[in-house]
């Protein structure tokens, strides 16, 4: 018998094109990243890699960049690819309707397009002890709503035994960017012109230098080196970053409670929103058309539901779209 014709070889697998995603997070932000990146790359096939966030770098074609990095990204548009671009020549639904405006704030364009996914967004908020209010005889589930009522708890903290009653991570942002706003009198123009020198910013200011000279208020630096002390235990109330409830779990003697940022109550026009802010995912420039198809594959990764729910659960970010808000409200 004539041996059989062989049949064709099977083709050869063909290798997922290797794309980069660079950041400047600290250990324990990259080994968080490197989980969802695993993720990613065991669930779609891609070849996505982490790599460090060096200044003056080529962008890679992923870039995380928090909220006070991305002065770098607007000193060099050109360096950068609007997302929504990107999204649509790849193919990929985009649906920008899902997104609140607060969370579009800082990535959108003069049209009201994407230009970056603001990927783990937060603002800031009024952590307490809820053991050290109990100490003070103050009630556990009343947390100020006011600046003004939270210094006659502040008093009542320090009689306790409190050192530190109160102290803040990221003062500037919290004290002039998100007190101007809730305000309502930002602290900068839509040109970008500084108006932080308003009357209710330097009542505000005055209020805290007061609580300082009082050791009310307790400054440890400029970015989080204040959310250490609270975490021992050290200080009864932050105002910080809302993130940072994941960090707060497994804090020593502390049963964590939660409020919105206080507010000053003579300011006209009563308490508006907080800003929302924090990490954004940019596309660099200069890459091929194939990585960029991989790149907004994981855009829509990260969209996805279960992303979504795990980036608030896991990350403590906000929930970007409908179907992470319904799930996270219960």
């Known amino acids: 018998k004539p041996a059989k014709p062989a ?16 950041h400047n997070l600290g250990p324990a932000g990259e080994e968080r990243l490197q989980a969802i990146v695993d993720r990613f790359n065991k669930e779609s096939g891609a070849a996505l890699k982490l790599v460090r966030l060096e200044k003056g770098d080529k962008p890679a074609a992923l870039n995380l960049m928090r909220r006070y990095d991305t002065t770098e990204v607007l000193s060099q548009p050109k360096a950068f690819l609007p997302l929504h671009e990107v999204m649509a ?70 009689d306790a035994g409190f050192a530190c009653p109160y102290t803040s991570s990221w003062p500037v942002w919290v004290h002039i960017d998100n007190v101007s706003a809730v305000s309502g009198a930002p602290a900068a123009t839509d040109k970008g012109v500084l108006t932080f020198n308003g009357l ?29 002390r609270f975490h021992e235990g050290e200080c009864a109330m932050i105002t910080t970053d809302s993130r940072e409830h994941v960090d707060f779990r497994d804090a020593k003697g502390v049963e964590l409670g939660v409020a919105p940022l206080p ?7 009563g308490r508006q929103s907080s800003l929302a802010d924090g990490a954004s995912l940019w596309i660099g420039a200069g890459h091929s058309a194939v990585q960029y198809k991989q790149a907004a594959k994981f855009v829509s990764f990260m969209l996805s539901p279960e992303m979504q729910i795990e980036m608030v ?18």
């Open 7 to 22: 049949g064709k070889p099977a083709p050869a697998p063909v290798a997922a094109a290797e794309f980069e995603l660079a």
């Open 89 to 158: 020549k790849a193919g990929e639904p985009f649906k920008l309707g899902e997104l609140s405006g607060d969370l579009k704030a800082g990535v959108v364009d003069g049209k009201g397009k994407l230009v970056a996914l603001p990927v783990l967004y937060s603002t800031p908020v009024l952590f307490y002890n809820k053991n050290a209010f109990r100490k003070a005889k103050l009630d556990p589930e009343q947390p100020p709503k006011t600046w003004f009522e939270m210094q006659g708890m502040l008093d009542k903290l320090q």
């Open 200 to 228: 209710p910013q330097v009542k505000h200011i005055a209020m805290m230098a007061t609580w300082t000279k009082a050791n009310y208020f307790k400054l440890f630096g400029r970015r989080n080196e204040a959310s250490e």
């Open 263 to 269: 507010y000053h109550d003579d300011v006209y026009g």
């Open 313 to 330: 659960r896991v990350y403590g970010g906000l929930p970007l779209t409908s179907a992470a808000r319904a799930a996270v409200r219960s």
